[in-house]
């Protein structure tokens, strides 16, 4: 059953998704000459038209600099949209496990460290029913905290170098038959 959002939400949603899409293209694009981006939704994809002075910088080395802008755009371990095309995918007919299958192989493919697709309720020749789906996705850490969390995974092992030895000199031994008590 699909969700129902509200025009006002979908606008707020769709303003502030331009703002920052505008946000970073300026921050990226400033020395090109950049002045403004354009958003096409279609129901096939989203066109998404930069206008800028220099459009070969743009582009970059064999459209390089165009890819790299394009993935930091797209959001491919976000477990809402992943959930979504779960979702399309079981309105259309496929199979639950190779529905799910489908998710969690992107996923995985696309850097996650680990991904969990749960699918329950009821399913095909049962009558009427309610299906819910939930899809956690466990990013790798980084220290920056821009694509996952900032401290590191309790299952993470870092090996150090070892420190530089320093010459153990033992201290002499003094002998008992050396020692000479004073006596008062």
């Given at each position: 059953?699909?969700?129902?959002?509200?025009?006002?939400?979908?606008?707020?949603?769709?303003?502030?998704?331009?703002?920052?899409?505008?946000?970073?293209?300026?921050?990226?694009?400033?020395?090109?000459?950049?002045?403004?981006?354009?958003?096409?939704?279609?129901?096939?994809?989203?066109?998404?038209?930069?206008?800028?002075?220099?459009?070969?910088?743009?582009?970059?080395?064999?459209?390089?600099?165009?890819?790299?802008?394009?993935?930091?755009?797209?959001?491919?371990?976000?477990?809402?949209?992943?959930?979504?095309?779960?979702?399309?995918?079981?309105?259309?007919?496929?199979?639950?496990?190779?529905?799910?299958?489908?998710?969690?192989?992107?996923?995985?493919?696309?850097?996650?460290?680990?991904?969990?697709?749960?699918?329950?309720?009821?399913?095909?020749?049962?009558?009427?029913?309610?299906?819910?789906?939930?899809?956690?996705?466990?990013?790798?850490?980084?220290?920056?905290?821009?694509?996952?969390?900032?401290?590191?995974?309790?299952?993470?092992?870092?090996?150090?170098?070892?420190?530089?030895?320093e010459d153990y000199i033992r201290p002499s031994v003094v002998a008992a038959a050396e020692i000479i008590?004073?006596?008062?």
């Amino acid at each position: 059953m699909a969700t129902q959002t509200s025009k006002k939400r979908k606008f707020v949603a769709n303003g502030v998704f331009l703002a920052e899409l505008n946000e970073v293209m300026t921050r990226e694009l400033a020395e090109d000459g950049y002045s403004g981006v354009e958003v096409r939704v279609t129901p096939v994809r989203t066109e998404i038209i930069i206008r800028a002075i220099q459009t070969q910088n743009v582009l970059g080395e064999k459209g390089r600099r165009i890819r790299e802008l394009t993935s930091v755009v797209q959001k491919r371990l976000c477990a809402i949209a992943q959930a979504e095309s779960l979702r399309y995918k079981l309105l259309g007919g496929l199979a639950v496990r190779r529905a799910c299958y489908g998710v969690l192989r992107f996923v995985m493919e696309s850097v996650a460290k680990e991904c969990e697709v749960i699918v329950s309720g009821k399913l095909r020749a049962q009558p009427l029913g309610v299906l819910e789906m939930k899809v956690k996705i466990m990013l790798d850490w980084d220290p920056k905290g821009k694509q996952g969390p900032t401290t590191p995974l309790p299952d993470l092992v870092t090996i150090h170098q070892p420190k530089e030895e320093e010459d153990y000199i033992r201290p002499s031994v003094v002998a008992a038959a050396e020692i000479i008590v004073l006596a008062a």
